[in-house]
């Protein structure tokens, strides 16, 4: 099972594309996503597949999205290992950087 990173682009943003995050919990889960987890209402949301590819996780959110609330939304998908590289890179974070696998 691998953990993917969905953030969702445009969704409630000034009153626009509004999706309540335990309604999108609701509708990933009833793809088949496992350990689906939201961060507040900003669209960021962690799941948990069978699937390795981050296109097809990414296609798949979108279209659940579109069929559930209507939205057409951009969906940009990234691996644990990829975030966690991103980090490690990033020259303003101080020495210690940060650690996902705590």
């Keep these: 099972?691998?953990?993917?990173?969905?953030?969702?682009?445009?969704?409630?943003?000034?009153g626009h594309k509004m999706i309540k995050m335990d309604a999108l919990k609701k509708a990933l889960e009833t793809i088949g996503f496992q350990n689906v987890r939201t961060y507040i209402q900003?669209?960021?949301?962690?799941?948990?597949?069978?699937?390795?590819?981050?296109?097809k996780v990414g296609l798949l959110i979108r279209n659940e999205i579109f069929k559930t609330f209507g939205h057409d939304v951009p969906v940009l998908v990234i691996g644990k290992e990829d975030l966690?590289?991103?980090?490690?890179?990033?020259?303003?974070?101080?020495?210690?950087?940060?650690?996902?696998?705590?």
Excluded at 1 to 14: C, D, F, P, Q, W
Excluded at 84 to 102: I, M, P, S, T, Y
């Design 1 to 14: 099972m691998k953990t993917h990173l969905a953030l969702l682009r445009g969704i409630n943003v000034s």
């Design 42 to 55: 900003s669209g960021n949301v962690f799941v948990s597949t069978e699937e390795e590819n981050p296109g």
């Design 84 to 102: 966690q590289a991103c980090l490690d890179r990033n020259l303003f974070l101080n020495d210690e950087g940060v650690n996902l696998k705590k």
